[in-house]
């Protein structure tokens, strides 16, 4: 892989995909962003992969974006005009091959909006769910304005969107976020589990199912993105955002 946080393997017809930046709960920089992006297109260009497993550490799944990349970007003379994470989460809402992912610990930011582009997500107990975009002076990203009401319902996604407020592994569950809570111990293995189950039958017809399943949003998911890249971008060089980092980053250095 490009990057050494994200580490890549082979298991009969499954690629798995896992961020591993422990000392900094699996942030995602730009170089990782890109590193997933060209898993997720490697798998689906193979037909000998049936599944793709998006998981992190044992005790993590993502922090989300680093900030250190958000600050950069807001003190930019002009707004960002490429995106790795969004080109990432693009080449999961274009992908043909299943994607399954396994969450364990804190999953913020991108870390639950890119869950909104699997197709499978099974969490351990010790999951927790978090889209604090407002707080940050942000606004959401990756289709999850979209995506997370039709999911999880408008009530939930407006508790998540607008008041910050996290979902444990049986929220998460019960509103439809997840598939199914495990020990934690046990999540990568239910996630492999059905890899591989989606492994063993017809590619095509596997393949072909999905893109029936999705083609009917996929414009409006893809048209919601720019969308929000756009207004993203103005919102990171926003004064409400440059405070929010310049707190953040004052509390973490006291």
């Not at 490697?42 to 992969?49: C, E, G, L, N």
């Not at 289709?143 to 939930?156: K, M, Q, V, W």
Request: charged share 25%; hydrophobic share 45%.
């Amino acid at each position: 892989m490009a990057d050494p946080h994200i580490i890549e393997e082979r298991r009969e017809g499954v690629a798995v995909l896992r961020m591993q930046r422990p000392e900094k709960k699996n942030s995602l920089t730009a170089a990782m962003y890109n590193a997933l992006r060209e898993g997720i297109e490697r798998a689906d260009q193979d037909p000998a992969i049936g599944a793709v497993v998006i998981t992190g550490t044992d005790d993590c799944f993502t922090a989300g974006n680093d900030l250190h990349d958000f600050q950069a970007a807001a003190t930019a003379e002009t707004p960002m005009e490429r995106s790795p994470a969004l080109e990432m989460i693009e080449a999961m809402a274009r992908s043909e091959v299943p994607v399954i992912a396994a969450v364990n610990g804190i999953a913020i930011g991108i870390g639950t909006t890119l869950l909104l582009h699997c197709d499978f997500v099974y969490a351990g107990t010790s999951a927790v769910f978090r889209t604090p975009f407002v707080d940050l002076g942000l606004c959401p990203e990756a289709a999850s304005s979209l995506l997370l009401p039709l999911i999880i319902g408008p009530r939930r996604a407006s508790e998540m969107l607008l008041g910050g407020m996290p979902l444990d592994a049986e929220q998460a569950r019960d509103c439809g976020l997840v598939n199914s809570v495990h020990a934690d111990e046990q999540t990568l293995s239910a996630a492999l589990a059905q890899a591989a189950n989606l492994a063993r039958k017809p590619r095509e017809a596997v393949r072909l199912s999905k893109r029936l399943m999705r083609e009917h949003w996929q414009a409006n998911i893809l048209q919601t993105m720019a969308e929000e890249r756009r207004e993203f971008g103005q919102r990171l060089q926003s004064d409400d955002c440059k405070a929010a980092l310049a707190a953040f980053f004052g509390r973490t250095q006291k």
